[in-house]
C-alpha cells in the first residue's frame, strides 16, 4: 500500500486495477498520510492561497431530469426562480465590492436564457469589472452557443461529467447522452475555455472501479478546475432514499485527484460543508484550493436546492466572505481574491441602474 501511495505522488499516476485495490485497502492511518501528500503537492503549486469565486444561482428552471437533483423538472414540488440582468449584475456588484475576482454564474438549463440574453449579461459584466474572471455553468448547450459567449468575454465553464462510466450515467440521466456531455467537454476545450469537470461520490451503484475511471478521466482530459462532492439525497427525488456519499470517501478523491492532476483549481464544495460543519476546511487540508462563496440574494437562495439543508441560506454575501475568510486563515491559508488584486472595499461602484438606465 505505502508503495501505491508513493507510485501516486511520485508518479503522479496508478492503474484502474491499482487505485480500486487502494480504495479497498485504505486504513485510517494511510488516509492521513494521503491527505499529507495531497497538500503538500497543492502546496508546492499553490503555496497557502485559496481562491474564492463567487456564486451567483441565478435560474432555479431547469429542462433536464437528472435522478439525483432537487431541480430536476419532475420535481413538481420545486420553487422555481429566474433573476433578471439587473439582478444578476447587482450580485456582481455586490461581489466586486467585496473583493471577488472570479465570478460563476450557475442554473438549471434554462432555456429563458438565450444565447442573446446570455451574452448581453457577458458582456455587461466585462464591461463593468474587466478584471473579473467570468465563469458560466449552464450546462449542456450548442457549439454556437458557447462560442457566442466565449466571443462575449467568459473565461471558464464548468460541467462536472458527473461520472466517468456510461451506465451509471445513463441510469442516473434520463434523456440525456453521455457522449453529449464528454462532447460538450471536448469542444468547451477547443474553443478556449478553461474547463471545469468533476464528480459526485456516493451515487447509487458506485463502485470503486466507477471512482477509479473518474480518475483516470480526470488525468487524461487535465480540466483546469476539477469539482468533487459528495451526492446528498433530495427528499423530492427518485433516489430519495439512498445512503448518499460521505465527507471522508470524498475527501480520499480530492486528495487522489489532487495527486493525479497536481495543477488542478479544486473547490471545497458546498456539498462539502452541509454535510459536515468543518468539511471544507477538511477539504482544503485533503488537497482543495477554492471556496465558492454565495452571491445570489437571499430572497431566492432556499429555491435553489440541488439537494435540502444546504448551508449559507441565511447568510449575507459579506458575511460569507468574512466567515470563509476566517476558516480559511484558521486553517492556515490565506484566501486570494484572484488575479492577484487587492481589495478596496471602501470603492463606491455605481449601481447597475446608473449605468444602463434599466
Ligand atoms: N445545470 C448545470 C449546473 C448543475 S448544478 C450543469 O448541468 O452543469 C451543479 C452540480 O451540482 C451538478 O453538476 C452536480 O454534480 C451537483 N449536484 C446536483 N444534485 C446534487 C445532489 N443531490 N447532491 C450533491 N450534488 C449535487
Redesign the pocket.
Known amino acids: 500500500m505505502e508503495a501505491l501511495l508513493s507510485k501516486l505522488s511520485e508518479q503522479q499516476e496508478l492503474t484502474a486495477e491499482e487505485i480500486v485495490w487502494f480504495l479497498k485497502n485504505l486504513t485510517p492511518e494511510l488516509k492521513q498520510q494521503l491527505y499529507g501528500r495531497a497538500s503538500e503537492v497543492r502546496k508546492q503549486y499553490y503555496d497557502v492561497s485559496v481562491y474564492s469565486r463567487g456564486l451567483i444561482e441565478f435560474s432555479s428552471y431547469?429542462r433536464q431530469d437528472?435522478l439525483?437533483?432537487?431541480l430536476r423538472r419532475s420535481n413538481l414540488n420545486a420553487e422555481r426562480y429566474r433573476l433578471t440582468e439587473e439582478e444578476i449584475l447587482e450580485c456582481a456588484v455586490e461581489g466586486y465590492k467585496l473583493g471577488y475576482r472570479s465570478i460563476v454564474l450557475?442554473?438549471?438549463?434554462d432555456a429563458f436564457y438565450t444565447e442573446k440574453v446570455m451574452t448581453s449579461i457577458v458582456r455587461k459584466l466585462k464591461l463593468f469589472f474587466p478584471d473579473t474572471a467570468i465563469t458560466l455553468?449552464?450546462?449542456?448547450r450548442s457549439e454556437a452557443f458557447y462560442q457566442a459567449l466565449y466571443n462575449a468575454g467568459a473565461d471558464r465553464y464548468?460541467?462536472?461529467h458527473?461520472t466517468a462510466s456510461r451506465t451509471l450515467y445513463e441510469s442516473l440521466h434520463p434523456g440525456m447522452s453521455f457522449d453529449n456531455r464528454m462532447e460538450c467537454l471536448r469542444i468547451l476545450r477547443e474553443i478556449g475555455y478553461q474547463v471545469g469537470a468533476?464528480f459526485?461520490v456516493g451515487l447509487p451503484g458506485q463502485t470503486h472501479r466507477h471512482l477509479a475511471e473518474d480518475l483516470l478521466f480526470l488525468k487524461e482530459f487535465h480540466p483546469e478546475m476539477i469539482g468533487i462532492?459528495?451526492?446528498?439525497?433530495?427528499s423530492a427525488t427518485p433516489l430519495n432514499g439512498a445512503a448518499g456519499g460521505t465527507v471522508e470517501d470524498t475527501l480520499v478523491m480530492i486528495a487522489m485527484a489532487r495527486l493525479m492532476v497536481p495543477d488542478a483549481l479544486m473547490p471545497a464544495t458546498t456539498?462539502m460543508g452541509t454535510l459536515d460543519p468543518s468539511g471544507r476546511e477538511k477539504a482544503i487540508q485533503a488537497g482543495a484550493n477554492v471556496v465558492m462563496p454565495i452571491l445570489s440574494p437571499l430572497q431566492i437562495r432556499s429555491k435553489y436546492a440541488?439537494?435540502e439543508q444546504k448551508i449559507c441560506m441565511g447568510d449575507e454575501p459579506e458575511h460569507c466572505r468574512s466567515c470563509l475568510e476566517m476558516r480559511i486563515a484558521v486553517s492556515g491559508y490565506r484566501m486570494e481574491f484572484s488575479r492577484g488584486i487587492t481589495t478596496d472595499l471602501t470603492y463606491n461602484y455605481k449601481t447597475v441602474s446608473e449605468y444602463f438606465h434599466y
Open positions: 431547469c437528472c439525483y437533483c432537487g450557475q442554473s438549471g438549463e455553468s449552464v450546462g449542456e464548468l460541467l462536472r458527473e468533476g459526485m462532492g459528495p451526492f446528498i439525497p433530495h456539498a440541488l439537494y
